[in-house]
């Protein structure tokens, strides 16, 4: 029997999802409240310079995953893209992550991959054995000068609070390098859309059976309106938020144009805690076969976020967690709604693992209507 479901979200999300049962014949209606396709993954050309704008910040495809790269590929062409990330600190600039010339510059040393574990270990504080914040994984892995450069007042201005606040394991996705790899990421598979992730989703929306409108908000009455319903917003958004604002933070941009090339790099990260943006990124730089003389920058600024700003990462500390309990298991009593995504799950996700999660997802589904059971409320437990 043909189904009627609805995508709340054209990003990743409703896109593949949307996508998979629109191929095995269901209908398909995708309703995003913004006035683009491609949720904060949207790319657009900039008109006056022809450089390709990632609008809501820079997005970098890395995966080891074989059919998620496979999947992309087979709606646009992405070309070789490294992640070479550089940070200005004290009045210098140098590569991250932290790998071998990091060290040598940083301490004026020579020093080859065992001399530098051996002597890192000597700045580490070895009296922190099992590391449960931020501070002390930095400080039993790096040390107090590492740790003060790169890693302290960055880590204030992006979540707003002390490093001695947060969980160890926001670090340990940080790695550190005893050669002289300057790749910020270790997968198999890293490249940039050729056109844009815009372009990319538009091509994965673009079938007979799926109809996109734009523009359009979606309240909780409409579900029963859909034989299900897919929804990639933020999950205490669609119990309008009865029980209190799960937290995120947000991202202002400032934007500044240059004739030329302003940093010589896509990203440069500011740590010094003095400096009030975390990073500024050059957009020309994520799409290095092109060449453009103009040139479009960004100022990244992070702050807590208000009830009309756009939400970006999930805090996801103590309080958060237990408020967001309180709606799993009101999420869990939703008849016909499946909660995916960064948003729907409230859990901060690479885009690699949105698209594997989606198609888990998308086939789920079609599996609980052959055998005739309930699609659970989420297909990856959130908590």
């Given amino acids: 029997m043909t189904k009627h479901c609805l995508m709340v979200g054209a990003g990743l999300s409703g896109a593949v999802i949307g996508r998979l049962?629109?191929?095995?014949?269901?209908?398909?209606?995708?309703?995003?409240?913004?006035g683009h396709i491609g949720g904060n993954c949207h790319t657009e050309r900039d008109a006056g310079?022809?450089?390709?704008?990632?609008?809501y910040g820079p997005h970098i495809f890395h995966t080891d995953d074989a059919e998620v790269w496979d999947y992309v590929n087979g709606f646009e062409t992405f070309l070789p893209y490294k992640n070479r990330v550089k940070t200005t600190s004290q009045g210098a600039v140098y590569s991250l992550p932290v790998n071998l010339h990091t060290i040598n510059q940083f301490f004026g040393q020579t020093l080859r991959p065992d001399e530098a574990k051996v002597f890192?270990?000597?700045?580490?504080?070895?009296?922190?054995?099992?590391?449960?914040?931020?501070?002390?994984?930095?400080?039993?892995?790096?040390?107090?000068?590492?740790?003060?450069?790169?890693?302290?007042?960055?880590?204030?201005?992006?979540?707003?609070?002390?490093?001695?606040?947060?969980?160890?394991?926001?670090?340990?996705?940080?790695?550190?390098?005893f050669n002289y790899d300057d790749n910020y990421?270790?997968?198999?598979?890293?490249?940039?859309?050729?056109n844009g992730y815009t372009a990319m989703i538009g091509r994965i929306l673009d079938h007979a059976n799926i109809t996109v409108t734009l523009n359009t908000p979606v309240s909780r009455d409409q579900a029963a309106e859909y034989d299900h319903v897919f929804y990639s917003g933020p999950i205490d958004g669609w119990f309008g938020f009865e029980l209190g604002r799960l937290g995120y933070r947000t991202l202002d941009f400032e934007r500044f144009d240059y004739q030329g090339d302003y940093q010589g790099c896509a990203v440069m990260n500011?740590?010094?805690?003095?400096?009030?943006?975390?990073?500024?990124?050059?957009?020309?730089h994520f799409a290095p076969?092109?060449?453009?003389?103009?040139?479009?920058?960004?100022?990244?600024?992070?702050?807590?976020?208000?009830?009309?700003?756009?939400?970006y990462y999930p805090?996801?500390?103590?309080?958060?967690?237990?408020?967001?309990?309180?709606?799993?298991?009101?999420?869990e009593a939703e008849p016909n709604v499946t909660f995916v995504g960064r948003l729907g799950t409230y859990?901060?996700?690479?885009?690699?693992?949105t698209i594997r999660e989606a198609l888990d997802c998308g086939r789920r589904y079609l599996d609980t209507l052959k055998t005739g059971t309930p699609m659970p409320a989420f297909n990856v437990n959130p908590l």
């Fill in 21 to 34: 049962l629109a191929e095995a014949g269901h209908r398909v209606t995708v309703l995003d409240a913004r």
């Fill in 49 to 55: 310079t022809g450089v390709m704008v990632h609008v």
């Fill in 120 to 177: 890192l270990e000597s700045k580490a504080d070895t009296s922190i054995t099992d590391p449960q914040t931020f501070e002390e994984q930095a400080l039993r892995f790096v040390g107090p000068d590492l740790y003060e450069a790169f890693f302290k007042g960055y880590t204030i201005k992006q979540w707003g609070c002390a490093p001695s606040d947060l969980p160890a394991s926001i670090l340990k996705r940080l790695p550190v390098r």
């Fill in 185 to 194: 990421f270790f997968h198999k598979f890293q490249g940039m859309p050729e």
């Fill in 270 to 284: 500011y740590g010094d805690v003095g400096v009030p943006y975390t990073r500024i990124t050059e957009h020309k």
């Fill in 289 to 311: 076969w092109e060449s453009h003389e103009g040139s479009v920058l960004y100022k990244e600024f992070s702050r807590a976020c208000g009830p009309e700003d756009i939400p």
């Fill in 315 to 331: 805090i996801r500390q103590v309080a958060e967690k237990t408020l967001l309990a309180e709606y799993v298991a009101k999420a």
């Fill in 347 to 353: 859990r901060y996700l690479d885009m690699d693992v």
